[in-house]
């Protein structure tokens, strides 16, 4: 859970910088539009990560191997 919220910050974290950046006037920045946004888009990008490992495209590191 906590790695899916570190990705969710990340993501709210890269949006407000890119629009600084991209945009050329200045807007108002809406929290709960960013917040519901880079969670959603968190969401996807779990699903679609877990999908693939599931899929055997992308392989898992093995963390627990037992010795």
């Not at 993501?11 to 629009?19: D, E, N």
């Not at 950046?21 to 880079?38: A, R």
């Amino acid at each position: 859970m906590g790695y899916w919220l570190s990705n969710v910050v990340g993501i709210l974290l890269m949006q407000y910088g890119s629009k600084d950046i991209f945009q050329k006037d200045s807007q108002e920045h809406s929290l709960k539009k960013e917040l519901l946004s880079g969670l959603v888009s968190s969401t996807i990008y779990t699903i679609v990560i877990i999908l693939l490992i599931q899929l055997k495209i992308l392989e898992a590191p093995v963390l627990f191997a037992k010795s």
